[in-house]
């Protein structure tokens, strides 16, 4: 299990994942299947930033888990800054930020 103070301490929702609270967690491990389908394998990165928009994903945190399971995903978004524009990294986190989404897509917000 892997664990992260980001919805804590940075004060974001957390949109997958699996949460360690008295919840149902049907809903966090459907949302988690749309993003691991949506944006860590799509076709292109276009796909995945479309998809992350309409989640309404303001931010993705890349660690070790990430990078192992999804390299081509992560070389994607490195590599258009314009859709996924780096804000952070060191040796082991990459934070994207998620480029707003054309307003013709509705976002789920």
Same mark, same amino acid.
């Given at each position: 299990? &892997?664990?992260? /103070?980001? #919805?804590?301490?940075? @004060?974001?929702?957390?949109?997958? #994942? %699996?949460? %360690?609270?008295?919840?149902? %967690?049907?809903?966090? @491990?459907?949302?988690?299947?749309?993003? /691991?389908?949506?944006?860590?394998?799509?076709?292109?990165?276009?796909?995945? &930033?479309?998809?992350?928009?309409?989640? #309404?994903?303001? /931010?993705?945190?890349?660690?070790?888990? @990430?990078?192992?399971? /999804?390299?081509?995903?992560? #070389? $994607?978004?490195?590599?258009?800054?314009?859709?996924?524009?780096?804000?952070?990294?060191? @040796?082991?986190?990459?934070?994207?930020?998620?480029?707003?989404?054309? $307003?013709?897509?509705?976002?789920?917000?």
């Amino acid at each position: 299990t &892997h664990w992260s /103070y980001i #919805g804590a301490f940075a @004060e974001r929702r957390m949109i997958a #994942g %699996l949460p %360690l609270a008295m919840t149902p %967690l049907r809903p966090y @491990e459907d949302a988690s299947a749309v993003l /691991y389908s949506g944006v860590f394998t799509a076709a292109s990165a276009d796909d995945a &930033h479309v998809v992350a928009g309409v989640l #309404g994903i303001d /931010y993705l945190f890349i660690g070790r888990v @990430e990078r192992r399971a /999804y390299p081509q995903a992560v #070389g $994607a978004m490195s590599r258009t800054p314009d859709l996924f524009p780096m804000v952070f990294k060191n @040796e082991a986190v990459t934070i994207f930020r998620v480029a707003p989404v054309d $307003a013709s897509v509705p976002a789920n917000r």
